[in-house]
């Protein structure tokens, strides 16, 4: 299933579900750019795609690359890959910083899509220009990074499942690929599935950058999650778009 972009967000960058609102953050990193010289650049949905609200984060983020929900403080992580840091927000007031937290001593120059380890609290996320996935202790201390494999190019996208430890990254460069790994970044298996759905727009192929497991739209469904992915589109062009993929009939691998 997927869903046109039809309240604004051209170049979605970031996606995380907020359980306690039952929402969708979706962020987008070029929204203050020409064409659209918006202040806006965060937008929440319903699971279904259905649009609830826009919010200005630029008081302390131009740049939101990833989205991340905490489960053990409620609060919505946010990374930047212009100021290389991760910050922190109340998603009832996603508006206002309450915390950041300096990756820059690490040699982070392109800071992209955190994850919250729903058992140990660790931060885990994506360093696109060296290709390297990087695992932070719950107050942003290293612990370690691992290069990943060539073949995942300016991966942009993270996933976290924790049911069957597994990870799901995706970029702009590689498509509409996912690739699933295990912690030492060995790749298991290739989802190509949303290459199938080139732009209406453009015609080409998803560009994907950010990545979330949520609870499935199809009220049916009990407690199934689907995995959630935002397509960027051609840079500044109206052709964002949020698909969601039922990965238990044909494309969980473990």
């Known amino acids: 299933m997927l869903f046109r972009s039809v309240y604004g967000a051209a170049d979605p960058s970031g996606i995380a579900y ?15 750019e020409s064409p659209f010289y918006s202040q806006l650049n965060l937008f929440a949905t319903r699971l279904d795609g259905t ?54 001593p690490y040699g982070i120059t392109d800071a992209e899509d955190p ?4 058992v140990t609290g660790h931060i885990f996320m994506l360093d696109g ?18 290069v990943l494999s060539t073949v995942i190019k300016d991966p942009e996208a993270l996933a976290y499942d924790a049911a069957h430890d597994v990870f799901y990254i995706a970029g702009g460069a ?9 912690h030492s970044g060995n790749i ?47 840079d500044q062009k109206s052709d964002g778009r949020v698909f969601e993929i039922d990965l238990h009939d044909n494309f969980l691998f473990v």
């Open 115 to 118: 994850v919250i380890d729903p």
């Open 188 to 234: 298991l298996n290739t989802i190509n599935l949303l290459n199938d759905y080139p732009s209406a727009v453009s015609g080409s192929k998803p560009k994907i950058k950010g990545l979330e497991f949520a609870p499935s739209s199809d009220p049916n469904d009990g407690n199934t999650l689907s995995l959630y992915a935002v397509d960027y589109g051609a």
């Open 51 to 104: 649009f609830v609200a826009s919010y200005s984060m630029r008081s302390f983020t131009r740049e939101p690359t990833g989205l991340a929900y905490n489960p053990f403080n409620g609060q919505l992580y946010v990374t930047d890959d212009d100021s290389d840091k991760i910050f922190i927000v109340n998603p009832a007031d996603p508006t206002t910083k309450v915390g950041e937290i300096n990756l820059k």
């Open 174 to 182: 590689t498509r509409g690929t996912i690739f699933q790994t295990d």
């Open 129 to 146: 220009l060296t290709r390297t996935f990087v695992e932070l202790t719950s107050t942003g201390g290293l612990i370690q990074k691992t």
């Open 18 to 32: 907020i359980p306690g609102l039952d929402l969708l953050f979706i962020a987008d990193s070029e929204h203050d």
